[in-house]
Structure formats: C-alpha cells, structure tokens
C-alpha cells in the first residue's frame, strides 16, 4: 500500500481548466490517501497568520515575504492598533508604515506596498478587500500565492493552491510534483490531483508537515506518513536509513550505549 506510484498520465489534456494533462486513476487515489492521513496527523491545520478581518490577512501575508509568520504575528498587533482601517493605509505616508515593520526585512518595499494595495482597495474597491483572482493580482505586493492566502481563508474561495517554500518542498519529495517543476506549474499539478474544495485545507496540511514534521537536509527521518507514501526525500534514503538500522542493531548486539557527545577536555 502507499509506495511512490509512477506518476503516470494519460494522454488526455485537461482543456476545460487548462491545467494540463490529467492525472492517472492511481495517481489521483494515491494523492486522496495522502490527504486523508495528513488530516488525521494534522486536525487543527490552519492558517497561522493572526488577522480579524480580509484586509488585516492580505497586509500579513504581504508582511509574511522572507520571514516567518511568528516574527509577523509579533509585528502586527501594533501595526493593525494604529491602523484599523484600510483609509488609514491610504492616508498615511509609507514612511508612517515602516517603523511597525522594520523587524520584518525589506521594510521599506513592505510598508510601500502596505501603502498602496490598501489606497488601492479604498480608490477601487470602497474600501473592502476585493474577492477575485483577477483584482486581488492588481494590487502592489500580491502574486498568486498571496492572492490564494486571501481568497481562500479569508473568503473560503478555493481559486489555487498556496504554494509557499514548505508545499513546494514536500510536493517535490511527496511525488506530487516532478523535481524540475516550477511553482506555477506545481501549483497546476496539485489542482488537478486534489479536490476543488479542499485547495485550501491542503496547503495548510502541507505547511503543517513541513514546519513540524520535516527535519533539516542531513538529517535521517523516518516519518511514518513519508514512510507509507514511499516520499522520496534525501532524508530517508535507503542507504541512510540502512546504516543507522545498522549501528542500532550492532549496538543492540554488543549491548553498547547510544555514543553520546565527547565532552570538551574528556580523554
Ligand atoms: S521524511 Fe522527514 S524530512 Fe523527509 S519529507 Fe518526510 S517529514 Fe520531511
């Protein structure tokens, strides 16, 4: 059950969404198994950005480029204090902006593009953060993935899929995606593989695995759920896992301890 299943597909292109060639039944019921055992490791899988309303998320995630989402929830709850609305964007001045997001990294882009996005949505939208793709694309500081944040946790729209540093990794490891895919098109790939409905789920399932599961390149793991999916991760290479099988059973044999670290000046 669950090994890598050849990502085999049929010649048959998806024309009516443009997302390409369809996937193969056992591919798209391997991608379903996978969903289903992230949901049982993962219940509470959610949006990890703190907002109370669409436009405090859109500037979060605007925030949330090059950083973690902790330092931007450190970094937010003065910044939404002073601004609560999207007018007060507008009228302040970016410089205005910059001392509540210097912590962040490319402060002075970020608070231009806080600025301007939120003039935006008060010249253009009346104030309320728009709800398509289209218009979301629009505003300074969003791409797709920022776009996908908004619509689909602040609005339940399931337009894309979120791929973010954590679900382009485990795509790749996961065979969800080939190893050479681009985001755009690994974002394709999960579209047509997952349920319309559950876009957004999967990106916070993926993010949740990737922050708490995955451990740093180097290391061995042996996560059951990559173990039942055969994912095909560095970090449990055959020969890796093989060899530190080898040292415990060795040790099992011999009755010898776990060597622990050489204390500095121990002989
Ligand atoms: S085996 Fe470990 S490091 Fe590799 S993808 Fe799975 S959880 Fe991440």
Redo the contacts with the bound molecule.
Sequence with gaps: MGGVAPRTRSKRSNTSTGLGAEPGKAERARALRLLAALDRAYPDAHCELNYSSPHELLIATILSAQTTDVNVNKATPALFARFPTPADYARATPAEIEPYVRSLGFFRNKARAVHESMQAIVERHGGEVPRTMEELLRLRGVARKTANVVLGNAFGVNEGVVVDTHVER?SR??GLAGPKDSVAAIERRLMVLFPRARWCDLSHLLIF??RR???ARG?T???P??AEFG?A?E??SPAKVEARRGQKSARAASGAKKPGKTRRGAT
């Design positions: 485990l490891r996961m695995h990737g599961a995955c451990k290391a793991c042996e996560h759920i990559c994912v991760c970090n449990r």
